[in-house]
Protein backbone atom coordinates (compact mmCIF):
# COMPACT_ATOMS: atom_id res chain seq x y z
CA UNK A 1 0.00 0.00 0.00
CA UNK A 2 1.09 3.36 -0.45
CA UNK A 3 1.10 6.38 2.09
CA UNK A 4 -1.91 8.23 0.93
CA UNK A 5 -2.96 10.76 3.71
CA UNK A 6 -6.66 12.27 2.42
CA UNK A 7 -8.17 15.49 3.27
CA UNK A 8 -12.49 15.14 3.43
CA UNK A 9 -12.65 17.22 -0.06
CA UNK A 10 -9.64 14.43 -1.94
CA UNK A 11 -11.76 11.55 -0.82
CA UNK A 12 -14.93 13.22 -1.37
CA UNK A 13 -13.84 13.38 -4.99
CA UNK A 14 -12.82 9.68 -5.56
CA UNK A 15 -17.09 8.70 -3.63
CA UNK A 16 -18.63 8.74 -7.82
CA UNK A 17 -15.31 6.13 -8.52
CA UNK A 18 -15.53 3.97 -5.71
CA UNK A 19 -19.84 3.40 -6.16
CA UNK A 20 -18.66 2.68 -9.92
CA UNK A 21 -16.04 0.07 -8.73
CA UNK A 22 -18.30 -1.18 -5.93
CA UNK A 23 -21.13 -1.81 -8.32
CA UNK A 24 -18.81 -3.98 -10.18
CA UNK A 25 -16.88 -5.72 -7.28
CA UNK A 26 -20.45 -6.94 -5.77
CA UNK A 27 -21.87 -8.00 -9.51
CA UNK A 28 -18.79 -9.70 -10.34
CA UNK A 29 -18.93 -11.51 -6.59
CA UNK A 30 -22.07 -12.81 -7.08
CA UNK A 31 -21.14 -14.27 -10.34
CA UNK A 32 -18.31 -15.65 -8.96
CA UNK A 33 -20.26 -17.32 -5.94
CA UNK A 34 -23.00 -19.03 -8.44
CA UNK A 35 -19.77 -20.50 -10.36
CA UNK A 36 -17.94 -21.57 -7.42
CA UNK A 37 -20.94 -23.27 -6.24
CA UNK A 38 -21.69 -24.97 -10.01
CA UNK A 39 -18.02 -25.64 -9.69
CA UNK A 40 -18.26 -27.82 -6.27
CA UNK A 41 -21.48 -29.45 -7.94
CA UNK A 42 -19.44 -30.43 -10.49
CA UNK A 43 -16.75 -31.97 -8.64
CA UNK A 44 -19.48 -33.52 -6.42
CA UNK A 45 -20.93 -34.84 -9.22
CA UNK A 46 -18.25 -36.23 -11.03
CA UNK A 47 -18.35 -39.97 -11.72
CA UNK A 48 -21.15 -40.17 -9.36
CA UNK A 49 -24.12 -43.26 -10.33
CA UNK A 50 -23.50 -42.04 -13.97
CA UNK A 51 -23.79 -38.79 -13.89
CA UNK A 52 -20.94 -37.96 -14.82
CA UNK A 53 -19.30 -34.37 -15.12
CA UNK A 54 -17.12 -33.96 -17.96
CA UNK A 55 -13.57 -32.72 -17.10
CA UNK A 56 -14.42 -30.52 -19.80
CA UNK A 57 -17.14 -28.78 -18.59
CA UNK A 58 -14.75 -28.99 -15.03
CA UNK A 59 -11.91 -27.07 -16.64
CA UNK A 60 -13.78 -24.36 -18.36
CA UNK A 61 -16.04 -23.45 -14.89
CA UNK A 62 -12.70 -23.53 -13.43
CA UNK A 63 -11.70 -21.29 -16.14
CA UNK A 64 -14.35 -18.99 -15.70
CA UNK A 65 -13.82 -18.80 -11.75
CA UNK A 66 -10.05 -18.16 -12.20
CA UNK A 67 -11.01 -15.14 -14.57
CA UNK A 68 -13.94 -13.40 -11.98
CA UNK A 69 -11.41 -13.98 -9.39
CA UNK A 70 -8.71 -12.25 -11.31
CA UNK A 71 -11.24 -9.27 -11.58
CA UNK A 72 -11.93 -8.86 -8.46
CA UNK A 73 -8.14 -8.69 -7.40
CA UNK A 74 -8.04 -6.32 -10.07
CA UNK A 75 -10.23 -3.72 -9.60
CA UNK A 76 -9.55 -4.15 -5.40
CA UNK A 77 -5.66 -3.69 -6.37
CA UNK A 78 -6.50 -0.41 -8.23
CA UNK A 79 -8.37 0.96 -5.04
CA UNK A 80 -5.53 -0.22 -2.59
CA UNK A 81 -2.65 1.37 -5.00
CA UNK A 82 -5.06 4.50 -3.68
CA UNK A 83 -3.68 3.73 -0.53
CA UNK A 84 -8.18 3.16 0.29
CA UNK A 85 -8.76 0.31 2.75
CA UNK A 86 -11.39 -1.41 1.58
CA UNK A 87 -12.79 -3.30 4.56
CA UNK A 88 -16.40 -4.72 3.02
CA UNK A 89 -17.11 -5.49 -0.29
CA UNK A 90 -21.04 -5.99 0.41
CA UNK A 91 -21.25 -2.83 1.84
CA UNK A 92 -18.72 -1.08 0.36
CA UNK A 93 -16.94 0.33 3.31
CA UNK A 94 -13.78 1.87 3.20
CA UNK A 95 -11.38 3.39 5.01
CA UNK A 96 -9.21 6.74 3.76
CA UNK A 97 -6.07 7.36 5.73
CA UNK A 98 -5.84 10.70 7.24
CA UNK A 99 -5.12 12.83 9.89
CA UNK A 100 -6.23 14.93 12.65
CA UNK A 101 -4.28 16.67 15.68
CA UNK A 102 -1.12 15.49 14.38
CA UNK A 103 -2.09 11.60 14.70
CA UNK A 104 -3.19 9.40 12.14
CA UNK A 105 -6.94 7.85 11.63
CA UNK A 106 -9.41 6.68 8.89
CA UNK A 107 -11.81 9.04 7.47
CA UNK A 108 -15.22 6.05 7.54
CA UNK A 109 -17.43 5.70 4.38
CA UNK A 110 -19.88 3.30 3.10
CA UNK A 111 -21.30 2.69 -0.23
CA UNK A 112 -24.70 5.24 -0.66
CA UNK A 113 -23.43 7.99 1.86
CA UNK A 114 -23.33 10.98 -0.75
CA UNK A 115 -20.41 12.40 1.16
CA UNK A 116 -17.14 11.67 3.61
CA UNK A 117 -19.02 12.41 7.32
CA UNK A 118 -17.32 9.93 9.70
CA UNK A 119 -14.14 8.98 11.40
CA UNK A 120 -12.37 6.56 13.73
CA UNK A 121 -9.01 5.91 15.39
CA UNK A 122 -6.86 3.51 13.70
CA UNK A 123 -7.59 0.91 16.57
CA UNK A 124 -11.33 0.50 16.46
CA UNK A 125 -13.66 -0.14 13.43
CA UNK A 126 -16.60 0.81 11.73
CA UNK A 127 -18.96 0.55 15.28
CA UNK A 128 -16.88 3.00 16.75
CA UNK A 129 -17.23 5.96 13.99
CA UNK A 130 -17.82 9.16 15.11
CA UNK A 131 -19.11 12.27 13.26
CA UNK A 132 -16.67 15.34 11.31
Request: with cysteine; hydrophobic share 40%.
Amino acid sequence: MNEHLYSIETANHLLPWLEQQFKNLRMVNGDLANHKKTLADLLRNRGNNGHSSSEEVILSTREVVDGLTANMQEVLKGIDDLGILVRNIEMGLVDFPAERDGRLIYLCWISGESTVAFWHETNVGFTDRQSL
